[in-house]
């Protein structure tokens, strides 16, 4: 969340950048029908309205009207509508209502957008002090974040219609294979460092770098197909409880989990459900959707383990990455040295550092430039509906 | 469901009550948003769209694939979609699901209906059997059954959006006042007949017509009023367990009721949202939207009881009735000799014949023509959200 | 609720049937282990402990602190521990956590026993007001209940045990065969009285004795048997929904209802558990333990239906009756006139008139002298654990 | 769970350590009635006579069967009812349903420890292997951690109880105050070593010995007082969201907690439950009762944070420890190179290795001899029937 804000940025690629990824929010928008901005099938998925006005209210909230001088606030009624989890702010519609709601209407959502975006051009127009360049910064990565949780939402939404509806023909990234030849790469043990060196935007929880000691240990340089799941599949790994932790065995048993979600056995095979379509299963590509519990057994199964968040930071430039979030044995924390920024923003990411675990890397549904080596995503072990996959490792050099 | 459908019926007034009909249904629509057809909040409340989809599949399903002869479907996924609860006819989505789809759109439904509509007025040009005709005339209650349900479930939705929203400027008819003064009406004991005549339409749960003692009683001619309902609610009405069923005390206590549905207490006094947006109370109309527990509760404070619905019935022509649903102190159970009719409409009525009370008359919201003295309607005790109110009743003539 | 004592009785007679029904009690108590006393395996069922603790209170919640001067309480927890569901009286363990609490210990409990029932003794060995003795009466039939209460908690308790284990040998009554051959009887419409004559004594949901029109109808003269209702399992009865009533059907599937509660398919034939343990099923025997929604689906799957209360009372005398507690078509509702008593005992059967049917008969764990034609019991649809059963009926006469 | 067991151990030292631990699970029972060992108030919590004979089926399972020729099993249904989670072995009883068996009574629990004790003690009259040894270490451990789960589990249900029964006169160990003054210790940056050196007996999740970075750090000689605990709820801890994880935050709200658990506000001020039943709280005894997310509230609160497992264990030689578990900011995973033992000890502990925290040190419920520096004790964040309690620690030296 800190971020090192030159006063150049702050003149003229803020503004910039600003502009680039607000529209890329809209060009997103673009395919679909009104109604598609309305549903929340599940708690943990937000509705498409949801998620663009809640990145509009938070430009709004955290910078102009503490910042812009004579800002109006567009509607009273928004903060409690489109406040995620921000209890510093006030009150908000409880999580699993969002969908709920058909007003505002999406043409005033864009409205809203638009007098927003109105009123941050004019503030980035001028000289910003370098704490107001920050947030900035933090709300540009902010929307970033919800435009791929933007995709991933609609994906699900779209998914439990059985009509099996086409977000927009031929987009399905997840269907992309890796074109380098996977081994193992070792890496010798010692101290390595961990977290952000302060160059460029990086969020709170990406700091204090620190050292780690690391064994010798091996990490895959490409990650697990859908192949190689549908092996571990036919080999009964969903039925063996010996391949499972605990609270895995009884997710797979009371959801009757049997394949990644948005997988479907027809007569010719596995299809999975994509936003261009319910379409056959691409067996080269790297398998997705899948929770930690199945990442976590699919390795036990191939006599491996998932790689620490330390170790495929430290791993990471000896490979290439940035079609899965990738699964990490680690469970999210707080780095020696963390702080929790003062109001709101502390609010970021601190709170949610239990019972999760870390992600690393990005997915092809990661906005351009919005993935770097120390990013460490976080969810709940049994959620699938991000772009998940596979990367083994194991220790020691073989 | 049984219908007297003479020969000149099928011909000629049948076709235009069809139309007719359904031109309500669409005039219902026209102050929507499309997002308002989306939401669905409770597992009690359907979302516009699917309550028009809904109706529409019904006349599909029910006459045109079995009695048009040559007929296509229009959508082959449309009866997994809106088919409600008919176990003989397929699969079906969850009722608490309907919420979860944006497609098909709002557009196509209406093409759907267009469809349909063509088809049936082909249909309905020529000369169509007695059976066919009956469940022409099913279909069109039915359809009148769905248009209440769609201002209910509507008012509903936007109840709960923080913003209130106006469906249309003006539409309070809650707020309608019982112009006569009211007293209470004596009948003597004796044998009644309770039940459809067999004139004009009726549901299969309106027969066997059969004949019941009633003691002594006397009921109310006019509704309790909002009025008389806040002397309660300023009695303690809600804190006193004594009043309550032991059911009710819980459901009361566990959901922190202290008034009827949608009533807000403002500096000003009380207030309620309607489908014109929150207004005040208006004091003198009818209580509205109280579940059973509350209707018995009141009537236990007053020192009477709730009317049962043959009391209802045999004294109905000795007041006016028509603004609220009014619940009795019945339970939805078979009429002597009451037979399901075979097939999917056998799935209509009776199997819902349990947990569930009689509500007699009918409400604001209730179509015009769509009602009549041998009307049974049914909801579980805690439900609100239809426009249901309270009559008094006692034993004895005093 | 309300008796008719008098004078004599009350000097004698009274003394004489409490200390018979309060021995009767400790007679049940003889085969357990004080384990047995502890357990609630599901909410609806009450640890022995509480069963034989809670009567006790009662007598000296309703009794003694009113009525004997001086009257000292066993033990100031007592009531909050005892108390069953009497708002009137004070605050009470949540009825589902009856089973958390080890203590008092079950020699205490005996203790509290002894000590009520001496001084019950002693306010009974002098002249007591008629209302009093209408208080003790009451407190007979009510620990009279809670035996019975007590025989099905038990059962209940022990089923759910894989060692199966025996409360006493050949304690197996529902194994009892009717002896007579069934036949329909049929009775001509008209005007029947039903509820209490005002003789002996009865319960308040009795009263007040009312006239009822009913139809010609044919009730049989015997239980449907495990034979007959095999037939029905065989027949696929627990698949077809077409017999169920919607919240049936859920019911069944929700919970893979295939059979009577504590049927076991065997290699050899249907077991079903007992207290004298696991044994075969008897074939010419009632059928047992089903729940209202299996009683009806039975009878509709025979062409037929269960009959309401009143018809059963109305031709009670026409056969023989007391082996189960038999399933009517009725919900449990007040009767015209029904009245509550002033205070705590104004909660006993009043506050339950909702969401329940109406059972008529009485079964093979009743207390002899505990039953009577004019007797309402009152379960949840759902429920199997009482010994329930099913006499059949129809409409008109053929 | 790996042991080394030296021959002279396996022939003499073990079968007397056998003894010793079986009979002081004995000594622990003595205190309670036989309706003591059966209720099961919440999940967590088994019954004692569960505790008692799961750890005696442990050894018939895992070492008679296997490992004594001719051994006969006591009762061929003990492995379905005492089995905790094995699912190598077999089927169980649900966990949440252990406290609805009144049967095996608790003589018949007595009679299986005894015969079990004589077997185990003729085979370890003679020489045993090395493997067979281990899994009698391993036996005797768990023996161990269930002597202090059946003090806990004992300590719960008696305070569910609103008799608050004594377990035993003057048992509250909670209230030892600690002796030394309290102060912050300074550790180094640099490498430690973590984890079991493979001396002495130790569980296979302290397992791997590796190595760790650690930066400067300093952790109090000291637990967390009651006395300050208190200062946190007046200065309304509770309250603040801005001190609690996000879903300790909710955990709060929803069980409305406000204390630490087993306090009661009296007019005199905080009591506690304890063994020897309500007692006042003794202020400057460690606080306990409190789950993680109290815990890390406490230490954000005061600006500093909980200690990681790492630098509790390379700290530990610098303060006492022992009355407490003591949370860490670690979560339960498994070391480098951890590996699950074959067979049906490969559940021991891996399984449970995700959204679990650890907790170093040992209680005042611990059995003598039963901790060391590398234990690691887990539980989910928001459990609190352990002797759980605060060690404070903050980066870098001051």
Redesign the interface.
Known sequence: MQASVSGKVAETGLRAKYIEVRSYTEKLCEPL?????????IVDVSPA?WNIAHTTWFFEEMILKKHLEGYKVFDE?FP??FNS?Y??IGTR?ARD?R????????KRVFEYRKYVDEHMSSLLEGEVPDDVGELVLLGINHEQQHQELFVTDLKY??S????F?VYREGFAPEEDIESASPEFVELE?G?YEIGSDGQGFFFDNECER????L?D?AISSGLVTNAEYIQFIDAGGYSD??L??????DWVNQNEIEAPLYWHQRAGGWSTFTLAGLRPLVLDAPVCHIS??EASAYAEWKGM?LPTEFEWEAANNKFNWGKRWEWT???Y??Y??FKKPAGAV??YNG?????Q?VLRGASVATPAGHSRSTYRNFFH?HLRWQFTGIRLAY??IR
């Open positions: 029908q009104t109604e598609d901005y309305i549903p929340q099938p309205k009624h409690h509508l989890y209890n510093t519609t209502h969908g709920d709601l058909s007003r505002p209407t999406v939404m779209l439990v219609n059985p009509l509806p043990s101290i620190h050292k780690v000691y064994g240990f409880h010996r499972w932790h605990s609270e895995g065995w930690f519990y383990r044995g680690s469970a924390l707080p020696p040295g502390g609010e709170k949610f550092m239990i019972n675990m072990p220790d020691g």
